[in-house]
């Protein structure tokens, strides 16, 4: 439980950081992750960047009709923010799931992202929101939508030398979403989690958003799930609609927790119950 040597190097600023990335260095924000796995020594590093006292990545603001978050924010800041319960609630509530106490105080929205654990809250909540990642590098800043950020296990669209500086999310005031997850009781990572979201037009659905997280080793959202509720009312029938059309075909992950069959099971138990608080 003793990591190898690096150096530390505390940042005040996101150029700073930036220049200080290199190929044998990590960036450290909350650190529920990394600190773990270097103790572990199932990761190592050079220098361990600390981001974590950076204003300007905790910010957390209204621009136009969307919702900043800075990377750095904590699921504490999230789940207490007013403007993400006003523009996004859907965010609210899944930050306020997230872990327990204690992680929540130290975790943040972009270093859990940036991780893609396969069972995280955060991948299926930012898919139904239909957010967009910015990031920021020695080369320049881009924007990546989160269908096209979460590449495999563990594995992103960042590239070397890129930080997270934001997340941006459309308003959601006029939607309906919620998010269900079966979790694990000792870490309360998701053993399958599903978000969906939606308008309501008097009655009927559009703009559906179906995601799993937990499920197989990328977040996704489901089509054809979706396109079972798109246009319609919700019932009961529509609902047992939209659980038998779950993806057969997507990788399902197994483990001492769970195995496919359970998991596939879970995504549907989850999935229904996510709908009906819509309903």
Known sequence: ??????????????????????????????????IPALK????????????GQIESLQEIAIDGSDLVI????????????????QHAPLLAD????????????????????AHADPAADWPAALLAASATVIVQGKSGGR???????????????LAAGEIITAIRVPSMQTMKAAYEKFAQPASRFALVGCAVAAENNNGTLTRVKIAFTGLSDTPFCDQAAQQAIEGKELSDSIIADAVSRI?????????????????????????????????
């Open 94 to 113: 899944v930050a306020g799931k997230i872990g327990d106490v204690q992680v929540r105080n130290a975790g943040t929205i972009g270093g859990s992202i």
């Open 143 to 157: 924007s990546i939508a989160i269908e096209d950020f979460f590449t495999g296990i563990y594995s992103t669209d």
């Open 40 to 51: 572990l020594r199932l990761n190592q590093t050079g220098t361990l960047i600390d981001i």
């Open 1 to 34: 439980m003793i990591s190898t040597s690096f150096e530390y190097k505390r940042v005040s600023s996101v150029e700073e950081a930036i220049q200080a990335l290199n190929d044998d260095s990590k960036l450290l924000a909350g650190g529920h992750s990394l």
């Open 70 to 85: 800075g990377a750095g924010s904590t699921h504490a800041q999230i789940a207490g923010s007013q403007d993400v319960k």
């Open 247 to 279: 993806d057969d075909s997507v990788y399902v992950m197994e483990d001492h927790y769970a195995n496919e069959e359970y998991r596939r099971h879970l995504a549907g138990v989850m999935l229904s119950r996510a709908l009906k608080k819509l309903a």
